[in-house]
Every structure is written in structure tokens, then in C-alpha cells.
């Protein structure tokens, strides 16, 4: 194993276990995230059959992202001290009751519990334990590797729209949930049997390390030193301010991704036309949110993030102002690339500024960030347009919102140092 990982060590790609690890979260991140994203095409179905208002349907978008929110920091913890493949299991286990419960949901409570709160739970433990559980597993690539991960979170949206669509077409509401809560339980669950927490499990060193730092980068984490360390980074400024970047950034996205379908539809663009606009912004972000992480570390991570930022609010200047649907890919196209970039750099500044401390709690804590932010912003585009009868309010304050996070960007520390001691 040593002569190995040296010869190993002396190339920038090569075959490693953690290839397989990244396929994995990458997969299990495309599911879990794909049904919340792809909310906005079930809100006029439901407005239709059961004559809700579109602000207390997008109560259950805004209950799911508040308890994905509130339980991140947690699921952080139980990522850290039991292991990524324990929180998959428990994750796919609440997924596929959350799926089938919405299917069977007819009054407004019913949502509110199956796909506000049993599905933003499981979307909290599949989520939040695993990008950390990627980084243990990498020294060097880092940066491609979460880019992969990343991308998932385009493609599964992406794919989901169209699939849903088409499945409310010929299942219906009932069929559809069963359809895709089976299939995606069965696939995550086969895919947790072959996942493993660290590179220690398998008997190797992570990608692209030297034998020499084995004891630094495997050794198993203890609830004691884990807390020593998260109390560590929770005395730094970025800590907070990168919780903040989220929650902006998420502010500025969601009333898109949730209302980008409604808001076509009210502009007379087909149901088609609309969900194949959503494909474009989630299918185009995947691209730029693989490229994103090695865009950072080559050219500087503020730097990337600010335009990404800025990329993801002025475009909808074009959505408040024109029905035309040739201007309206044109925003699409824009604002995919901020969206795709937005996320992007964080994985990045919590390596250089934390090194290799177990990354579950502030991860988990950016994802409070991330999720509040998705709550409010899904929130605010129902309510909005049960107010005034259109988008425009929230369209403003999306563009507000990311370019506050854009503006939190610039207070971030250099990250050239570790702002903690040394993980030991």
C-alpha cells in the first residue's frame, strides 16, 4: 500500500476508491434534492385540483426548507460521529415514507407533514453528512471532485421536471409519488451498500496523499476532539459569514427555481415551454457548477463567487421587464451560470480555512444558512402574488438578496491560512 500511494502520488488523475464515492454522493445528491427542486411544477396541479392558494401551497416548500434548515447542524453531528453510510440509510428510510405520504396528501396539513416535514428531514441527513464525507476522502482534486457533486444538484432538478411532468400526465399525482419514492429508495439503498465513510475502511490513504500522513487525515474522529475543534471554527468570522452568503444566495434562487414555472405561465408561455426553461436553468447550472470548485482554486474563490453572485441577480431585470421568449432564455441562460457558480467555492474555503477538522457542523450550519433562505425566498413568490396578482415584488427582492450575498463576498478572509489549529 505504501509503494502505492507514492507512485500514485506523483499523478495529477488516477484510479482511487474515492472515484467511486463521488459517483455515489453524487447520485444519492441528485434524488434527494430532485423532488423539493422541482416543486414549482406541482403548484398549479394542486391549485387546480384541490383550489389551493399558490401562498399556502408554497407553505410545504417553505416547511421543508426551514426543517432542512433547522436539522442541518444535527445531521452535521450524526455525519460526524456515526458516519455518512449510517445517515444514508436513515435518510432513504424517510425519503420513500415522505414520497408515499405525499401521494395520499389531500388537505393542505397532510403536504405540510409528508413533503414539508418528513421529506426536508430526509433531504437534511442525505445532504448535509456527505460533501464532508467527500472531502475526507480527497487531498488533492479536490476541487474537480466536488465539482461532480455539485453538478448533481442541475441534473437531478433538471431530470426531475421533465420526469414528474410527464409521470402527473400519465400516473397522476398518486403514481407519480409511488413511482419515484420506490425506484430512488431502491437505488440509494443499494448504493449506501457499497459506500464507505472514510479511505480507512477500505485499507487506503486518501487521494493524493503520502503514507507519511495517514494518522493526520484517517484517524477516527472522537465526540470529544470534535467538539474542541467545532468550537474552534465557530470563533471565526467566516464561519458566520459564509452562513449569511447561503442564506442570501438561497434568498435570490429560490424565488426562481420554485417560481420560475408560474411565472412563464402567467406570462402565457405553455406548460411545456416553461418546465423545458426550468430543464435549461438546472441542466446549464450543472455545468457551471462542476466547473465552479476548479475555477476557484485556480483563479481565487471570492473572486469566482462575487461574479457568480452578480450573474445570479441582474439577469432577472429581464425577467421583471419582458414576456419575450427569446429574452427569457436569454435570462435563463445568464442566470444558470451565476446559479451553477453560487454554490460553488464553499467546499474550497472550508478546506483552506479548517483544513482536515471533521467538516459535519459547519457544513451543517451553512445549510441552516442555505435552508432558511430557501424557505423565505419560496415563501415570498406565493405570497407576493397572492397580494398583488403578480411576480414582481419577489423578483426584486431576489435581485436585492444575491447581490447582498455578493456584498458579504467581499468581507470574507483571505483564504491563505488556516484560521484553526491544525487537525490532529
Not at 507519511?212 to 474552534?232: C, H, Q, R
Not at 438561497?250 to 430543464?279: M, R
Request: aromatic letters at 14%.
Amino acid at each position: 500500500m505504501t509503494s502505492k500511494n507514492k507512485i500514485n502520488n506523483t499523478r495529477s488523475l488516477y484510479w482511487h476508491y474515492a472515484w467511486v464515492i463521488v459517483i455515489i454522493i453524487t447520485i444519492v445528491q441528485m434524488i434527494a434534492s430532485s423532488i423539493r427542486m422541482s416543486f414549482g411544477v406541482l403548484i398549479d396541479p394542486l391549485e387546480d385540483k384541490y383550489y389551493w392558494d399558490q401562498g399556502d401551497i408554497s407553505i410545504a416548500y417553505a416547511i421543508s426548507c426551514i426543517v432542512t434548515a433547522l436539522t442541518s447542524p444535527f445531521a452535521g453531528y450524526l455525519g460526524d460521529v456515526y458516519g455518512a453510510r449510517k445517515c444514508m440509510y436513515l435518510g432513504t428510510i424517510l425519503f420513500f415514507i415522505g414520497a408515499i405520504s405525499t401521494a395520499y396528501a389531500n388537505e393542505l396539513w397532510q403536504l405540510y407533514l409528508s413533503f414539508g416535514l418528513i421529506l426536508g428531514l430526509a433531504q437534511s441527513i442525505l445532504l448535509v453528512p456527505l460533501v464532508p464525507a467527500a472531502m475526507i476522502w480527497f487531498k488533492k482534486n479536490l476541487g474537480l471532485a466536488m465539482g461532480i457533486i455539485l453538478s448533481s444538484w442541475g441534473i437531478g432538478p433538471a431530470l426531475s421536471v421533465l420526469i414528474v411532468t410527464f409521470l402527473l400526465k400519465q400516473l397522476g399525482w398518486v403514481g407519480t409519488f409511488w413511482v419515484t419514492g420506490s425506484f430512488c429508495s431502491i437505488l440509494m439503498l443499494l448504493l449506501t451498500s457499497i459506500f464507505n465513510n472514510n479511505p480507512e475502511e477500505r485499507g487506503l490513504l486518501p487521494y493524493g496523499s503520502d503514507v507519511e500522513e495517514k494518522f493526520e487525515l484517517n484517524s477516527t474522529p472522537k465526540k470529544e476532539k470534535i467538539k474542541e475543534y467545532s468550537s474552534y471554527i465557530r470563533n471565526t468570522a467566516p464561519y458566520w459569514n459564509m452562513s449569511a452568503i447561503h442564506f442570501l444566495g438561497c434568498v435570490g434562487h429560490a424565488v426562481i427555481l420554485v417560481y420560475i414555472i408560474p411565472i412563464c405561465l402567467n406570462k402565457d408561455i405553455s406548460l411545456t415551454e416553461a418546465a423545458f426553461i426550468f430543464t435549461v436553468v438546472s441542466g446549464l447550472s450543472s455545468v457551471t457548477r462542476f466547473l465552479t470548485p476548479m475555477l476557484c482554486e485556480k483563479f481565487g474563490v471570492r473572486s469566482i463567487m462575487f461574479f457568480s453572485y452578480l450573474l445570479q441577480s441582474l439577469p432577472i431585470l429581464i425577467l421583471l421587464y419582458s414576456s419575450n421568449l427569446i429574452y427569457i432564455y436569454t435570462f435563463a441562460f445568464v442566470f444558470a451560470i451565476g446559479y451553477g457558480g453560487e454554490a460553488g467555492g464553499f467546499a474550497i474555503l472550508n478546506r483552506r480555512y479548517y483544513g482536515f477538522a471533521p467538516m459535519g457542523i459547519p457544513h451543517g450550519f451553512q445549510m441552516l444558512g442555505a435552508g432558511i433562505g430557501m424557505a423565505l425566498g419560496g415563501w415570498i413568490g406565493g405570497s407576493m402574488f397572492d397580494l398583488y396578482n403578480n411576480y414582481d415584488f419577489a423578483l426584486v427582492i431576489s435581485i436585492l438578496a444575491s447581490l447582498g450575498g455578493a456584498a458579504c463576498i467581499l468581507f470574507l478572509n483571505r483564504p491563505n491560512k488556516l484560521l484553526i489549529p491544525k487537525w490532529v
